[in-house]
């Protein structure tokens, strides 16, 4: 049989397996569409305006809740004080959705400020080291250490009070008329920066997020230029390299927003502008998600591939080059990816050490 042919068939089984199951549609997000700066701001605009409608970007904040709380995470230091932030969110017929933030303040400052952004599993925490509960801790503790102050935020119905483990998929249906589901993941960070801005003297703002928040790393540097330098940590891939669907998590794969803008368009969208950084981290055989042992060559664009770069790796190495080439040709901002050999689903201390630490102190 042709390879042409092998691969069309390849492709029908691979859609088949992928549309009935959740009756979600699979975008291929295979090709770039990005290739001038006016494009990445046409997309943008698109974007905020399916997330947001007609409001656009949030120009409002988060609520202080208090100056001065206890630490909810233990162990640090060069720790002035922690803020805790709220930003309350309605839904049509679930209640308010709830979603704390904590500011940590070093008492030695450089003036930047990071976002930590939590994934999902409920009851969440940020109390936990590389080894133990995503390196979050650790994470914490290195950038406080360097000087930076930390805005550790949760993602919706997943966080350290508000834990709802079965209705994560339903914020799609609950959304207020002319936004998306979408508003609920992305607007508690929005609306966390925008109370920085207002009431601090932050000179810039950067993010890094693990699992689901690595996915709201992507996406919402995508979205707001504030961030200089994204961190996703095993948040992502292009959506042509996934095997299966996360059935609980909807926002991965919302096809009409994924139809606006794919995932390498996304990683160029967070990565473009003066001095802006996005390092894309995966960890080589996480056993929870875009890792090796989920990798499939027979998916449509892999097959079509060289015999000898099917493999996870090569697969990876091959939308890095591609998302590199466009940002050499707009000039501004990079992007490269970061195989981790680790097999835990963490921040992993290799890539608090050689990875964030480097980064954000601009080596």
């Not at 096809?255 to 802006?276: C, K, N, Q, T, V």
């Not at 097999?343 to 080596?363: C, Y």
Request: charged letters at 20%.
């Amino acid at each position: 049989m042709p390879k042409r042919l092998l691969v069309l068939c390849a492709a029908l089984v691979v859609l088949a397996v992928f549309s009935p199951r959740d009756a979600r549609a699979w975008v291929d997000d295979y090709p770039i569409t990005i290739s001038t700066a006016a494009d990445i701001k046409a997309k943008r605009a698109r974007l905020i305006k399916f997330v947001w409608g007609k409001d656009g970007f949030p120009s409002a904040s988060s609520e202080l809740v208090s100056g001065d709380i206890p630490s909810p995470v233990t162990g640090l230091d060069n720790l002035e004080r922690v803020e805790k932030l709220r930003t309350t969110l309605p839904t049509l017929t679930m209640g308010p959705v709830i979603v704390p933030a904590y500011h940590f303040i070093p008492v030695q400052k450089n003036g930047r400020l990071v976002v930590v952004q939590q994934g999902h599993g409920c009851p969440n925490s940020f109390n936990g080291a590389a080894t133990g509960n995503g390196g979050f801790q650790d994470t914490i503790k290195a950038l406080l250490v360097d000087g930076f102050a930390v805005l550790a935020i949760f993602m919706p119905l997943q966080t350290d009070n508000q834990c709802e483990k079965g209705k994560h998929g339903d914020l799609f249906t609950q959304a207020p008329a002319d936004r998306d589901g979408l508003w609920f993941f992305l607007t508690p960070t929005a609306m966390g920066i925008n109370y920085l801005a207002q009431h601090d003297s932050y000179r810039d703002f950067n993010m890094i997020g693990l699992s689901g928040g690595g996915w709201t790393t992507t996406v919402y540097a995508a979205l707001d230029p504030r961030v200089r330098i994204s961190i996703p940590v095993a948040g992502s891939l292009p959506l042509y390299l996934r095997k299966t669907l996360y059935p609980n998590d909807d926002e991965q794969t919302h096809a009409a927003f994924y139809e606006i803008a794919g995932y390498p368009d996304l990683y160029i969208m967070g990565s473009f502008g003066a001095a802006r950084v996005q390092i894309q981290v995966l960890n080589l055989n996480d056993p929870c998600c875009f890792s090796a042992p989920f990798h499939e060559p027979a998916l449509p664009h892999v097959a079509d591939q060289p015999v000898d770069s099917q493999g996870f790796e090569p697969s990876v190495r091959l939308y890095e080059a591609r998302v590199q080439a466009r940002m050499k040709q707009l000039k501004r901002g990079s992007f490269r990816v970061v195989i981790d050999g680790g097999d835990k689903h963490t921040i992993s201390e290799n890539v608090i050490e050689n990875v964030i630490r480097p980064a954000l102190r601009g080596r």
